[in-house]
T-cell receptor, first 117, second 105 residues
């Protein structure tokens, strides 16, 4: 149990276009999901906390108008990178909070590798 | 000072060796601690939570030292499959940069 999927697993897009990444909790409901970005040989950096039915909470330095987050249901959160630029190329990982286990554990999606040319 | 710091390694050890990593944290009010494992180009997977009294799961032992503000992970009888990057996580959302472990035959 506690499976989180992401789609797409990798994407290449041209500079200036927008890319949407989906994060789904497949066998549990997640009122809270998290979006991270990881550059090569660096740690995961929390970008934002996605709350079902309300606005996302963004970390300092993350532009909310550039990284649009929508958490419309208990099993789906989406991250849209708008007007992507080469510096947005990174590994984007989501995680979902599984409160049902009683231990409030996070489960990660497999990640989406974005390359902007 | 970074909120969570780890020695990036790599730690190169032979099979069967015992290896230990430390991770220091700056926020003395931190309440929850975890070790995650991340394989190359994959998502992190929870290895174990770290409890105040220390805890063990098979070959893996985790310890918390609140006075010195660090957590540790000890791996006994290293296997080739233990080769990965080990991330310490504080308060569920703050990740260290990871320690690379390479176990060689």
């Amino acid at each position: 149990g506690a499976v989180v999927s992401q789609h797409p697993s990798w994407v290449i897009c041209k500079s200036g276009t927008s890319v949407k990444i989906e994060c789904r909790s497949l066998d549990f409901q997640a009122t809270t999901m998290f979006w991270y970005r990881q550059f090569p040989k660096q740690s995961l950096m929390l970008m934002a906390t996605s709350n079902e039915g309300s606005k996302a909470t963004y970390e300092q330095g993350v532009e909310k108008d550039k990284f649009l987050i929508n958490h419309a249901s208990l099993t789906l959160s989406t991250l849209t990178v708008t007007s992507a630029h080469p510096e947005d190329s990174s590994f984007y990982i989501c995680s979902a909070n599984h409160a049902g286990t009683g231990r409030n554990e996070q489960y990660f999606g497999p990640g989406t590798r974005l390359t902007v040319t | 000072r970074k909120e969570v710091e780890q020695d990036p390694g790599p730690f190169n050890v032979p099979e069967g060796a015992t290896v230990a990593f430390n991770c220091t944290y700056s926020n003395s009010a931190s309440q929850s601690f975890f070790w995650y494992r991340q394989d190359c180009r994959k998502e992190p997977k929870l290895l174990m939570s770290v409890y105040s009294s220390g805890n063990e799961d098979g070959r893996f032992t985790a310890q918390l030292n609140r006075a010195s503000q660090y957590i540790s992970l000890l791996i006994r009888d290293s296997k080739l499959s233990d080769s990965a990057t080990y991330l310490c996580v504080v308060n569920k959302l703050v990740f260290g940069a990871g320690t690379i472990l390479r176990v060689k035959s």
